[in-house]
């Protein structure tokens, strides 16, 4: 029971930077309808930022966070006006082949800067004031501080986003764009800054994920492409386009796949996943948590 | 006629060419063949039925591993791994078939995408059956033989790549029977609307599921002639960048237009080839062409040239 406990603990860490991850891709298909195939690229990015910044500059922790917050935001705006502003009048599959064509060349631009090697952020915790003093025992569990700091951060970041969402008036256009783009513009909501605003949240989202789980995992330039499936499946999983289904499928998905590596077989891991995408695709293509609604 | 013609003096010009080339030059000629068998298979289900699929790099994997698998516990030689190959490959395209029924756009590209992941997990891991990151790796193709007589040796690069263009030559004929049979005026209908084509009495199940088959096919094809040509295979060589690689030709050339993939392969292949030190950059290049070429002309290079010469 303790090992059990111990390890939907590892599965929330894991899951709460699925959300983060997903939480943005579904922010982008949700508002703007851009499956955007580079979002694993955003979160190997902010880990590369990360580990420049904490070890190349020597920056504190806080810093580096911002820093990271602030070039994977400006990588989304990049990102926006490739993905989104030349091919927004034009069919899906678009936008799909062309973020799966930024994704290659950011993976291969990563590879020639940073080389191939798998790389990890020293993450010194004793030196971040108030992590620094969290237990690192709960009950039978033992979360070291640079985990606990995971589930923590992506529960401020998405209250932050909901409580954004709900109340503020761009919060107001983003969700208004999500119902139904044509009446958001005659009812005044400026589309392209909202389209902007999206991709930098969401890619700052992904960024501040990659960062943190650096510190736990390797960071190397194609770690992307098992994220942005991992977020794919929360998505999808989740409900195209659903906040808080993203939120509660994520944390589901990484649970699942600890639980699935502690009883099942390691290697199954990453298998059960796609195998469940499927399965929910096939069956309940709204996603577990979606209500039914017909698609065009 | 005139295409047959055609396609006839490029096999020809190829036929004769490791006269003049070095063995370097073959190789890459033989590369770019796999290639072109590879983006004119994705052009029948991306380009003609309009499905989009990333999972190329995974029915190519399937066809490599099948010959190679093959070789290693039955013995069996390169005429017979060919046809395995191809209805291996066929039947996983057959199983990816069956979600597309009901999936459109970024879902189907997504089941694509996971069921190449699918593929290269299992290819790397199950050590016991595929060799797992090392890999299977092969004998020297065994001569073709019929009843004791020695017909043709496959043992030299010379042979192998007469082999494999023989094969290429037979694939794109039969790419393009499809095409343009009826069949290929099925899935045309498809790709353009898919209601329409069910209410005028087209059996899209079928159409779509052939299509995916076909493509599967010749993938499969391509990778059996990859395996004995690499004398082995690693699931890195499998990965979802080729599948980027193959949509990126497929794109450049043009969706649909049967040429197009054909020259886009051709450019994709030749193109690290004359940038010497840059080749390093070729992933790079290639992502990079992808995102300007669906920006400034999605409809490819020789899609671009049609619609003007139907002005």
Redesign the interface.
Known sequence: MDLFLQYVANGVVTGSTYVLVAVGLTLIFGILGVVNFAHGEFYMIGGYVGIVAITMLKLPVLAAIAVVLLAAALVGLVAEAILHKPLKSRDATNSIISSFGLAVALQNAALLVMGPQPQRLNLDVSKIPVLSSLPTDFGPVFLPQQRTLIPLTMVILIGVLYAVLKYTWTGRSLRAMAQHATVARLCGVRVQSVAVVTFMVGSALAGIAGMLMSSIFFVYPVVGNMIALKAFTVVILGGMGNVAGAAVAGLLLGITESLTSAYVANSMRDVVGFVFVILVLLFRPQGLFGKAAERS | MKPYLIGLAVALVLAVAPFVLGGYETNVLMMMLFFVILAVGLDLVAGYCGQ?S?ATGAFYGLGAYTAAIMSRDLGSPIWLNLPAGAVVAGLFGLLLGI?AL??????L???T???Q??VY??IS??TSFTGGQVGVSLPNPAPLTAFGVTLVQLGSLRSYYWLTLAVAVICLLLAWRLAHSRLGSEWIAIRDDETLAAAVGIDTTRGKLTAFIASAALAGVAGVLTAHAMRGVTPDDFT??IS?TV??MM?LGGRGTFIGPILGAVFLVLMPEVLGRLA??K??I??????LA??LM?EGVIGRLRRRAAR
């Open positions: 989009f990333f979600p009901r999936l459109k756009g970024h879902f590209a997504i089941v995408i996971a069921f992941t699918i997990l299992v891991q199950w979802i960048w980027a949509v990126a794109v390093e950059y992933m790079l290639y992502g990079s062409l992808l995102v669906i920006t999605p």
